[in-house]
């Protein structure tokens, strides 16, 4: 069964500095791989996608993941965090046929001034 | 325009009473999913139709029914609420292949006292 892994429920970085969000999967054939942002009170909003094109994704608001699956990772990076990017950040794996996601247990996203 | 729209936002309850949530995109889509997310911020596919037929249903209690009028809209129902009901219940839309990006309402906020 496909899963996804994402270490650290939290992570703080000061704005301007690099994020990094770790997200690893589990999954028998190559997978399609998603990162999503969840605001405060709000539905899931799409920051980018691996589809097996690319291995380097570039998303939205300057984010990029690099799919990797020699290490079964899709690490999500940013250069500079912005304090807007305060949110809680999902990775999702959905495999080729199927079409439900099944998603990491998420990452709190802190920036601090 | 609202993409996917849910209603109601929020749904304060008593344990026993039967409820819907709906749900409409005016995206065109052909299937649309109901995920459900818990206290600690995971989210978990419930449901997925695709153009009106029901094609992924996880394991969740039959008193949990949805359905699908046409394949721009589909309801929850929710019969004899349990306090562990209450949960953030998003609706999603996409195109039926793998692999496209699924579009989340803004959420329904469902509160069992």
């Known amino acids: 069964a496909q899963s996804v892994t994402q270490l650290g429920s939290h992570v703080s970085v000061s704005e301007g500095a690099l994020v990094l969000l770790r997200c690893n999967y589990s999954?028998?054939?190559?997978?399609?791989l998603f990162w999503y942002v969840q605001y405060p009170n709000q539905g899931l909003q799409l920051l980018l996608k691996?589809?097996?094109?690319?291995?380097l994704v570039k998303g939205i608001n300057d984010f990029e993941a690099e799919f990797k699956k020699s290490e079964t990772s899709f690490h999500l990076t940013k250069p500079s965090a912005h304090m807007s990017d305060a949110a809680e950040y999902f990775c999702a794996v959905q495999n080729t046929g199927f079409q439900k996601l099944v998603f990491g247990t998420g990452t709190r996203l802190l920036v601090s001034p | 325009d609202t993409a996917v729209s849910q209603t109601p936002k929020y749904l304060v309850t008593q344990m026993g009473n039967d409820k819907s949530i709906k749900c409409e995109q005016n995206?065109?889509?052909?299937?649309m999913y109901w995920y459900k997310q818990d206290s600690k911020k995971f989210l978990k596919i419930m449901f997925s139709y695709n153009n009106k037929e029901l094609i992924i249903n996880e394991t969740v209690p039959n008193r949990f029914s949805p359905k699908s009028p046409d394949k721009a809209h589909l309801n929850l129902h929710i019969n004899s609420l349990e306090l562990g009901d209450s949960a953030v219940y998003f609706c999603?839309?996409?195109?039926?292949?793998?692999?496209?990006?699924?579009?989340f309402g803004p959420g329904t906020r469902l509160t069992v006292l």
């Open positions: 999954s028998s054939v190559p997978p399609y």
């Open positions: 995206l065109g889509h052909d299937t």
């Open positions: 999603a839309s996409s195109q039926a292949s793998s692999g496209d990006e699924q579009f």
């Open positions: 691996y589809t097996s094109a690319a291995t």
